[in-house]
């Protein structure tokens, strides 16, 4: 069974701060999902990759598939960037495929 | 693309009640997932449906719980003689056929056992 781990379990930092939140997971995998969930809020997908990188405005995210980790990047962090963000490998299979890490905690301040 | 709609948002039910909880998938995907979220846990999975058919329900309780998907209509998540236990935040997410391709999550219920 697949077990994924986040580091940091939380974090605070001062708005503008580069944030980088990690993810190394202990089976092969053929994707990987970053999520976002506000305080109270639903989740949002930001992305799915299964190699190199990926960048949506203020955020990136890699993967390494030989180290089996991946890390999403926050560039010029600001306060409504605070949320859980939680990894989740997918490895197909039975169930939905997903292992889900227990998320990182963080807040922003202004 | 209305993205994967879950309702009710919020939802109140006192010891004993049954709650129920719809989702439907987002357009063209014909899984559906269901999870659950705790206060301070992750994601737990709870049951992986297709249209008319469970095909993983390794994450359910034995008792109480049950889910559907019908021909017609949303995915219901339905709960029996609710207890305070259950008091959690119910996610739902949908993918297409290839699951490989992406899983979009909906908003969630909060359901509160009172």
Redesign the interface.
């Known amino acids: 069974k697949n077990e994924v781990e986040q580091s940091p379990q939380n974090l605070t930092a001062q708005e503008g701060e580069f944030i980088t939140i990690n993810c190394s997971y202990s089976v092969g995998i053929s994707a990987l999902h970053w999520l976002q969930q506000h305080p109270g809020g639903g989740i949002v997908s930001l992305f799915m990759l299964s190699s190199g990188k990926k960048k949506h405005g203020r955020l990136i995210a890699t993967i390494n598939i030989q180290e089996k980790h991946s890390s999403l990047h926050i560039t010029a962090s600001h306060p409504r960037d605070s949320a859980v963000y939680i990894c989740a490998a997918y490895s197909g299979g039975g169930a939905d495929g997903l292992t889900f890490g227990k998320g990182t905690h963080l807040i922003i301040q202004p | 693309n209305a993205g994967v709609m879950q309702n009710p948002r919020h939802l109140v039910r006192r010891r004993g009640q049954e709650a129920r909880l719809r989702c439907s998938p987002m357009k063209g995907h014909s899984h559906v997932?269901w999870y659950r979220q705790l206060p301070e846990?992750?994601?737990k999975?709870m049951v992986?449906l297709q249209k008319e058919n469970i095909?993983?329900e390794?994450?359910m309780p034995k008792e109480r719980f049950s889910a559907e998907f019908p021909k017609e209509g949303p995915s219901i998540l339905r709960i029996q003689q609710v207890v305070r236990g259950d008091s959690a935040a119910y996610?739902c997410?949908s993918s297409p056929p290839a699951?490989?391709d992406?899983?979009?999550?909906?908003?969630?219920t909060?359901l509160t056992v009172v």
Not at chain 2, 102 to 108: E, L, P, Q
């Open positions: 997932y846990e992750g994601l999975f992986y095909i993983d390794s994450g996610f997410a699951r490989a992406g899983y979009t999550f909906g908003s969630g909060r």
